[in-house]
Each structure stands twice: as C-alpha cells, then as structure tokens.
C-alpha cells in the first residue's frame, strides 16, 4: 500500500510555492493518489 503523506506534502508546497521549480525539473506521473484497505476500517479499533 503506497503512503500518500509524502505526495500531500509535495503537493501542498507546490500550491505555495509554485517559483521553486525550474526549466530543468520533469514532471512524472505517479500511480493513484491513494489506496486504502477497507479491512483498516473493520473491527473494534475502528472509531
């Protein structure tokens, strides 16, 4: 299961701070945003 914390992050110093890229910087496409095992959601340590 990939983490989507780091691509959040990037994401939101991105909108921020869109200057901080360069003509030399390539953009690469990622795999879905966010994946989620719904058996996390299951059980007695579900809220």
């Known amino acids: 299961m990939p983490i ?7 994401g939101i110093i991105m909108s ?3 200057d901080i890229c ?3 910087d390539v953009p690469v496409s990622r795999p ?5 095992d719904f058996r996390l959601l ?4 579900a809220a």
């Not at 989507?4 to 990037?10: D, G, N, R």
């Not at 879905?32 to 989620?36: D, E, G, K, P, R």
């Open 4 to 10: 989507a914390f780091p691509t959040l992050i990037c």
């Open 22 to 24: 360069t003509n030399s």
């Open 32 to 36: 879905s945003a966010l994946t989620m």
């Open 42 to 45: 299951e059980g007695k340590h």
């Open 16 to 18: 921020q701070h869109p």
